[in-house]
């Protein structure tokens, strides 16, 4: 069954997460999720710039991601995500926590962006930028994550082995 939610999901909503800086204070990352109901059901979400991360933005629709990291070129992960229910989500968490999301209520999956060789071909709402890599999603936990934010090298499985996951 369709809810009214589902018919009228919201097109803008802003949140606030906290981080831990380098020096373990907390800060605040600005994170704007846009759905396009008008094309389809796209996705766009913004997060500035913190810490040693780039302004980034990814758009994406139930079958295409494409993400831009500061001034390079874009990745393009042929890995969608379901847009509505992502837009619903943030209203929802919203809701619960308030603007100010903490730590705490957060859920986190940490990835990594193998790339390929192959030059991807983007058009519609998901054409946003002058040139485009191939990469594709490969999950890793939290203690990989602090290894290669240490500068660590860490191993991981052969990226064409992981099926896609929502993360």
Aim: proline share 5%; hydrophobic share 30%; net charge negative.
């Amino acid at each position: 069954a369709i809810t009214l939610n589902q018919c009228r999901p919201p097109l803008r909503t802003e949140i606030v997460a906290e981080d831990l800086a380098e020096n373990g204070t907390t800060i605040s990352v600005k994170q704007v999720f846009s759905y396009n109901r008008d094309n389809g059901g796209s996705m766009k979400i913004e997060v500035e710039a913190h810490k040693d991360y780039e302004k980034s933005t990814m758009n994406f629709n139930d079958t295409t991601t494409v993400l831009q990291r500061g001034d390079g070129p874009c990745t393009v992960i042929n890995t969608g995500f379901p847009t509505l229910q992502i837009a619903l989500d943030a209203a929802e968490i919203k809701k619960a926590h308030g603007e100010q999301i903490s730590l705490q209520d957060q859920t986190r999956q940490d990835v990594v962006l193998v790339s390929s060789e192959e030059v991807p071909e983007v058009s519609g709402e998901l054409d946003t930028c002058q040139n485009y890599t191939s990469a594709t999603f490969l999950p890793i936990s939290s203690e990989q994550f602090e290894s290669l934010n240490s500068g660590d090298v860490i191993i991981v499985e052969d990226p064409l082995s992981v099926p896609p996951q929502y993360i």
